[in-house]
């Protein structure tokens, strides 16, 4: 011990019997008084939890009593990522004894360990030889004739539809930026490749997807229902609009400078016999048949009620519009094994078609009713408000439209847009195809390698 840091230390070393007799009973009278001022204070304490003297009880949290554990509940299955079939067995076992050094053979299995890797495989540059050869009989030469198929690529291409199709993929599908995938090209596979290359390659996608693009068309005019919405999009710094129009296996997806009614009217032709379900947007008015969006009539009902939460009439009223809303869901359900357009669907879509009249009315003209604006809109849309119950294949929002527009909005975010007509009609005509793969389940990248080789296999 070091008297410099305790040179009390050194004083008791030197001490006489005398003194050390003295602090011993210095230490020993502090001792005592220590402990009769522990007494006391419990003492005081006790009191102080029985609440005598007419003092309130010392709220003291008594100990969490012990809980029984129970058995945990074991599940069906297990929720780790399965073993996957082996490609290689790789044995690891101590050669010699650590100990000794006797040298070790045979053993047995102790426990494995599964290791996912991917090894990249390198560009494969492939030299097309054309051989001419000459007819000893008459000769004539002959040169083999090479289709798209033969060499692996469309077109007069040199990058063959493996790459073609990643390309599409990581841009469409992956929302990958364009100089982002030059990067990955290269430092993946050491491939370099311009932009203006990538910019062709999404270019000769769409032109081989057209006819597929044109099916996809046919089969939402087809469809007895269909989810319309739009959103910002900007085409070489000018504002636009993106359009989709998409069904339960569909999307479509078109970029046009207006807003306007035609724009609907021109996806789904003249003879459109289906329903379409939207939001207010007055654009859809000459439609036809419409199916109003229910989520974005409860969000602004949400939204007035939290601007007026200081009038119980208003909230009281918001949420009757959600209770008939769940009310049509629940008959919608109880309806599900009746045909479509019968009797009791259509009786059940005027009882509700009344109701709600019977709940926006009172308001509709009271210009000091905050709930007025929806009460007029669901005054003037109330036969557009109940279609799903008459017609189970309509929806009650258009949600599906919503959902398919949300990569578009996000790769919009990315990029800003578009940069020219042709751009904008590649990128309308891609997100189609790899919307329709996705909803559909379908692999995208092998849906693309065959969109761009139909009888393409390797």
Same mark, same amino acid.
């Given at each position: 011990?070091?008297?410099r ?6 004083k ?18 502090q ?10 204070? @419990? ?16 709220a003291?949290?008594p ?25 290689e ?25 599964q ?13 097309h ?5 000459r007819?000893?009989?008459c ?5 083999p ?8 690529v469309?077109g ?16 469409i ?5 364009m ?5 990955m090209?290269?430092?993946m ?11 062709e ?10 006819e ?5 068309l @046919?089969?939402?005019?087809g ?51 289906g ?11 000459k ?18 009620? @939290? ?10 009223w ?5 209770a008939?809303y ?38 509709a ?5 905050p ?19 008459s ?8 949600n ?6 949300r ?8 990029s ?13 005509g ?29």
């Amino acid at each position: 011990m070091e008297t410099r840091k305790y040179p009390y230390v050194e004083k008791l070393r030197t001490a006489s019997r005398e003194e050390l007799l003295e602090v011993i009973a210095a230490q020993q009278a502090q001792i005592e008084e220590l402990l009769a001022r522990v007494g006391a204070l @419990e003492e005081e304490l006790r009191r102080l939890r029985a609440g005598k003297g007419g003092g309130t009880p010392l709220a003291v949290k008594p100990s969490r009593p012990d809980r029984e554990k129970k058995e945990r509940k074991h599940r069906d299955r297990s929720f780790v990522r399965r073993r996957e079939q082996p490609t290689e067995l790789r044995y690891h076992a101590v050669e010699c004894c650590p100990d000794c050094g006797w040298k070790l053979e045979g053993g047995w299995e102790h426990r494995r360990r599964q290791v996912i890797q991917i090894e990249l495989p390198p560009v494969r540059v492939i030299d097309h030889v054309i051989m001419a050869r000459r007819c000893g009989a008459c000769g004539k030469r002959w040169l083999p004739k090479l289709t798209d198929k033969d060499l692996g690529v469309q077109g007069k291409r040199r990058l063959g539809v493996s790459v073609q199709a990643l390309v599409a993929t990581l841009h469409i599908g992956c929302r990958v930026p364009m100089t982002m995938i030059r990067r990955m090209l290269g430092e993946m596979f050491g491939l370099r490749i311009s932009q203006g290359e990538v910019v062709e390659l999404l270019d000769g996608t769409r032109e081989a997807g057209k006819e597929a693009i044109g099916e996809l068309l @046919e089969r939402v005019r087809g469809s007895p229902a269909v989810c319309g919405d739009e959103t910002g999009w900007r085409q070489d710094g000018d504002n636009g609009y993106l359009w989709t129009f998409a069904t339960p296996t569909v999307r479509y997806f078109l970029y046009r400078k207006s807003r306007s009614g035609q724009v609907p009217k021109e996806v789904l032709g003249e003879e459109f016999g289906g329903v379409v379900a939207c939001d207010f947007y007055a654009g859809y008015n000459k439609l036809g048949v419409l199916q109003r969006c229910w989520f974005h009539l409860l969000k602004d009902a949400k939204e007035l009620a @939290e601007i007026n939460a200081d009038r119980p009439e208003t909230v009281a009223w918001v949420e009757a519009l959600g209770a008939l809303y769940e009310e049509a869901k629940a008959v919608a359900s109880a309806c599900a094994e009746l045909p479509a357009d019968c009797r009791a669907r259509r009786k059940q879509r005027r009882r509700l078609e009344k109701l709600a009249v019977q709940l926006a009315r009172p308001y509709a003209e009271d210009a000091n009713a905050p709930q007025r604006v929806l009460a007029k809109r669901i005054m003037k849309h109330r036969h557009e408000l109940f279609v799903f119950i008459s017609d189970p294949a309509v929806p009650a929002t258009n949600n599906l439209a919503e959902r398919s527009l949300r990569p578009a909005v996000v790769a919009r975010k990315i990029s800003g847009g578009t940069r020219s007509p042709k751009g904008s009609e590649t990128k309308m005509g891609l997100m189609s195809l790899f919307g329709t793969w996705t909803v559909q389940g379908k692999p995208l990248l092998a849906s693309c390698r065959q969109l761009l080789l139909p009888t393409h296999t390797t």
